[in-house]
């Protein structure tokens, strides 16, 4: 039977070990890492990523992929694809909060050739999608409307009337995610003050291997290079300058733009732009019976450091790796000492991330003398201290 005939026969009924919900780039590279592990896998997602178009602009929606999550995505196979597509490689980091005094991390430092790569969300995940194997069942367009769990299996209803019954079912349908809510998990978190605009940008300059960030009182202002001369602005500010900023022609953003950003800019042009409000959110557990939740579902984060889709593949990882490994022992991909275990790795790790991108968000999103002092102590030290640098610089690639 085909996937389409599944996916459309509203009378089906399929047992699978795991059914991920989301394929998005969590999702994806989840079901990829199990069906190529020989799990029976489901997909359930509402809008298959479109496909590659040369002539295309650069999408508003990219992450900054660190080398750890770099290197999982080439084991998977999905790397190699997205090369061909569109990327851009960063050696340099820059920190600073006067441009006189920048502070640089050096992939260098590390003897790493590059720190990171600047991608467009909708190009990783249509690299994920390319390397789906065939026997892997993908429901989509689809969304589940109806969930509900034995001592052994969840099954899940979905929209177009299927039914999955599944070992063990991941939630990575994003910071909103229906299945959280359907799986009765609750999540604490607020919203910050702050909303961040994001524009694609011309530059005078050829493609560029730094991102820097400046640090204000307003908030942070940033550049990611994009291929060719072209590059991201990421500009936090007060949520109802940003949604006056967002209203703006492109010609009069780039007015803006040239007033507040620092010269390094230089005479960019914008292209087109965006925003989004900006909140920190953490599930109060990361699993319930047997759904288990990963990424953007389980926790957002402050995208100050763009962190939060890495922290989204460290929990793919484990979690694949822990379902692999009991898959292969022939013991339950979906039992709680499992998904506990899981929890005990990640939760910490995540918890400890979004703080310390708190920590940062207090220590330079204010102008309160005492603080205004200490930050610009630390970077004092951090620009003279080259063990400090390095070890930023490990840090910023996803090394332990």
Known sequence: ??????????????????????????????????????LRVALVEKQAPAQFDPGSAPDLRVSSINLASEAWLTALGAWQPLQQ????????????????????????????????????????QLALWQQLPAELTRFCPDSVVKLSQTSD????????????????VIAADGGNSQLRQLAGIGTNGWQYQQACLVALVNTPYPQQDVTWQQF????????????????????????ARVKQLAALSPQQLTQELLKAFPAQLGKVEVESSSWFPLARMDANSYYAGRVVLAGDAAHTINPLAGQGVNLGFADAKLLTELI???HQQQQDPGSAALLSRYQRKRK?????????????????????????????????????????????????????
């Not at 072209?230 to 007060?238: A, H, L, M, R, T």
Request: aromatic residues 6%; charged residues 15%.
């Open 1 to 38: 039977m085909t996937n389409e005939t599944l996916a459309n026969n509203t009378a089906e009924l399929l047992t699978v070990d795991v059914t991920v919900v989301g394929g998005g780039m969590v999702g994806a590279a989840i079901a990829l890492a199990l069906s190529q592990a020989g």
């Open 85 to 124: 597509m569109r990327l851009c490689p960063y050696q340099y980091l820059q920190a600073f909060e006067q441009p006189q005094s920048v502070v640089t991390f050096d992939a260098a430092t590390i003897k790493r050739s590059h720190l990171g790569h600047i991608v467009e969300n909708n190009l990783l």
């Open 153 to 168: 299996s969840a099954i899940l209803t979905l929209d177009s009337g299927a039914q999955l019954h599944s070992k063990l």
């Open 216 to 239: 204000t009182p307003t908030g942070p202002k940033a550049f990611l290079p994009l291929p060719g001369p072209q590059g991201s602005i990421v500009w936090y500010e007060d949520a």
């Open 324 to 326: 692999i490994s009991a």
């Open 348 to 400: 910490p790790a995540n918890l400890l991330m979004m703080s310390t991108m708190d920590g940062f968000y207090q220590l330079f999103g204010n102008d309160i003398a005492p603080l205004r002092s200490l930050r610009q102590l630390a970077l004092t030290v951090a620009s003279r201290s080259s063990m400090l640098k390095a070890l930023v610089a490990r840090y910023a690639v996803g090394s332990e």
